[in-house]
């Protein structure tokens, strides 16, 4: 039972990433670029091209997650050794239109998503894609938006 829980975590990592990514990792994206970024949800560190960047909204809330799924099927946190969500970006078709005096914005994003969670056992792992067209607004910051599925 054990292994088939925590195979589905790491499949659950790519599924709710490429469904409903964050509004701020979004808009973190865009910020700062197309790239691979590196996840390590247990610790909160995050990089991009392989350079530190800060921690994105993701890390907290995959962590959050997996601690109360760890609890509930009766897992110890410590046998989780590593949680990694690795994420290929592309930001393409970026256009920002004026309307009524407010700024409206809009994406093409392509993911490309792999997760890996380490045991003392085994390692699980995960691979996801998708392309998706977020409008999105600027507001204090931060990505809120509407997702649109592409074809």
């Known amino acids: 039972m054990r292994r088939k829980v925590i195979q589905d975590f790491a499949n ?8 409903l990514p964050s509004g701020y990792d979004l808009a973190a994206f865009v910020f700062l670029g197309s790239g ?11 990089n991009r091209q392989g350079l530190p960047i800060p921690k ?4 907290d809330d995959f962590k959050d997650w997996l601690l109360v799924q ?16 690795k994420i290929d970006v592309t930001v ?25 969670i380490t045991t003392d056992e085994v390692s699980y792992y995960s691979n996801l894609s998708d392309q998706k067209a977020w409008a999105f607004d600027w ?5 809120y938006g509407s997702v649109m599925k592409l074809g």
């Not at 760890?70 to 969500?85: Q, S, T, V, W, Y």
């Open 139 to 143: 507001y204090y910051n931060r990505l």
């Open 12 to 19: 659950v990592f790519c599924q709710h990433f490429i469904q």
């Open 92 to 116: 393409s078709q970026l256009q920002v239109r004026e309307s009524f005096g407010n700024e409206f914005a809009s994406a093409l994003f392509s993911f490309v998503c792999a997760s890996e």
């Open 56 to 59: 994105l909204q993701t890390c």
């Open 36 to 46: 691979r970024y590196e996840l390590n949800i247990l610790t909160g560190e995050c």
């Open 70 to 85: 760890l609890d509930k099927h009766r897992i110890p946190p410590e046998g989780i050794k590593n949680a990694i969500l």
